[in-house]
């Protein structure tokens, strides 16, 4: 792990974002952005790939971006971004027939707000950001909730599942801990009575030997420091991951109380 974490550090090393931002085709990424009802700018993905310094191919992106726009501002685009449950950007559409847009965005929106589709949503782990419209909700909302808390019960049980996990790796580390320890005394221990044997040796026999208790000891405390390291990281992780499991819980128990 710590000779992993090095890689990120090191001056020259790219990270593993900017691999994949100078890996992404820039095009249909584009047309990604636009179909999703966002410019460019406020693409997250894009505003990272910008922090990294990384080269991204400007010209196909805005390329794909307007392809995307094209295909957005047309009524099928319109009435698509409505099955999904997603609100119309009208902004992106400019000198387009705003009126008959807006129309097949209710329509789809109609569409996606049925009742046989509130579970599947729900299950899917979306968050609900009530597009509905108020007479199509509440049987929405019912199926939505009775799929949503399925979903959370599900991430319940795996974030449990991890911390089980997480919980033999760290007695493992422990295990791995005291052994070194152990090696370290016995190093110690070791190394006096060889120091008291070694009374009439050289100067330089003693010197070299004196080097090579130092560079063995050096080697057992940066792996004693490492595994301390590792522990620490996984009760941090297991901390996490019992708090996650509160706040799941609540919405759970909220979720049954609707």
């Not at 009802?37 to 894009?46: I, L, N």
């Amino acid at each position: 792990m710590l000779a992993v974490s090095l890689l990120f550090v090191l001056p020259g090393c790219a990270s593993a974002l900017k691999k994949q931002c100078e890996a992404t085709n820039w095009y249909d990424h584009g047309i990604s952005v636009a179909m999703s009802g966002k410019y460019p700018a406020s693409d997250t993905f894009v505003q990272q790939c910008h922090k990294e310094e990384a080269h991204m191919d400007e010209s196909q992106l805005s390329q794909g971006f307007q392809a995307g726009r094209a295909r957005y501002c047309t009524l099928e685009g319109s009435l698509n971004t409505g099955k999904q449950g997603y609100p119309l950007n009208i902004e992106l559409c400019d000198g387009a027939n705003i009126g008959k847009l807006k129309e097949q965005h209710v329509a789809g929106i109609k569409v996606f707000c049925q009742s046989t589709n509130g579970f599947p949503v729900g299950s899917s782990g979306r968050v609900y950001d009530g597009a509905c419209p108020k007479d199509l909700e509440p049987a929405f909302m019912k199926e939505y909730r009775r799929g949503r808390r399925g979903y959370l019960q599900n991430e319940v049980a795996l974030k449990e599942q991890k911390i089980i996990q997480l919980e033999r790796e760290q007695g493992e580390l422990e295990r791995e801990g005291y052994e070194l320890q152990n090696r370290m005394n016995t190093l110690v221990t070791e190394q006096l009575f060889r120091e008291r044997a070694m009374a009439g040796a050289t100067e330089d026999e003693r010197r070299r030997d004196r080097s090579n208790y130092d560079w063995r000891r050096s080697d057992l405390s940066r792996e004693m420091s490492s595994k301390r390291s590792q522990m620490e990281s996984k009760r941090h992780e297991r901390s996490q991951l019992h708090g996650e499991i509160e706040t799941l819980k609540r919405e759970i128990q909220a979720l049954s109380e609707a």
